[in-house]
T-cell receptor
Framework: AQSVTQLDSQVPVFEEAPVELRCNYS??????LFWYVQYPNQGLQLLLK??????LVESINGFEAEFNKSQTSFHLRKPSVHISDTAEYFC????????????FGEGTQLTVNP | KAGVTQTPRYLIKTRGQQVTLSCSPI?????VSWYQQTPGQGLQFLFE???????NKGNFPGRFSGRQFSNSRSEMNVSTLELGDSALYLC??????????????FGAGSRLTVL
């Protein structure tokens, strides 16, 4: 069985500050890890994913996440956030690389204040 | 290119009724997955269809069912509705399963309220 724990339900930060959204997972098999973002009244959008290879993965909008097998973590970071980054972020794990059977964490609401 | 379309966007039902939700995937996508999102339980995987066959199923009672048509459109049905079925139901499509390049594209969801 797989599970995901997002350690913070809400993270308020000021614009241009760095942010880290924490995610820990549990799995008895190989894992494939994902971060999704959900803006109000919208579906989820894939932010980035770790399937294999380099443990540091990046998104096109400045977010990055590092897969740490020893700590079973996949924390999401951004060095400088914008107001437009305000959204709910979900960490997820999949038993296969297709990512079509996702187990999600409970989500972290990131609020960026001016 | 059109995204994943879910209909209806909002609906209200009463306990004991049944409901059918529809999902039209992105053209060319053959895999469709369904998720339930509630404040209490978060996002939970319902089932996945690929080429008209259910490939995977989550841990939901038999009242929740689905199907996929030859054009990859999918429907899910919930019978004998309960108050706890109130949720946002999300559909996601992708090109194919078992591919590292696979990317799920989610629809905006169907928000079901059970009174």
């Amino acid at each position: 069985a797989q599970s995901v724990t997002q350690l913070d339900s809400q993270v308020p930060v000021f614009e241009e500050a760095p942010v880290e959204l924490r995610c820990n997972y549990s799995s008895s098999v190989s894992v494939y890890l994902f971060w999704y973002v959900q803006y109000p009244n919208q579906g989820l959008q894939l932010l980035l994913k770790y399937l294999s290879g380099s443990t540091l993965v990046e998104s096109i909008n400045g977010f990055e996440a590092e897969f740490n097998k020893s700590q079973t973590s996949f924390h999401l970071r951004k060095p400088s956030v914008h107001i437009s980054d305000t959204a709910e972020y979900f960490c997820a794990v999949s038993p296969d690389s297709s990512g079509s059977r996702l187990t999600f964490g409970e989500g972290t609401q990131l609020t960026v204040n001016p | 290119k059109a995204g994943v379309t879910q209909t209806p966007r909002y609906l209200i039902k009463t306990r004991g009724q049944q409901v059918t939700l529809s999902c039209s995937p992105i053209s060319g996508h053959r895999s469709v997955s369904w998720y339930q999102q509630t404040p209490g339980q978060g996002l939970q995987f319902l089932f996945e269809y690929f080429s008209e066959t259910q490939r995977n199923k989550g841990n939901f009672p038999g009242r929740f069912s689905g199907r996929q048509f030859s054009n990859s459109r999918s429907e899910m049905n919930v019978s004998t509705l309960e108050l706890g079925d109130s949720a946002l139901y999300l559909c996601a499509s992708s090109l194919a399963a078992d591919s590292g390049a696979n990317v799920l594209t989610f629809g905006a969801g169907s928000r079901l309220t059970v009174l």
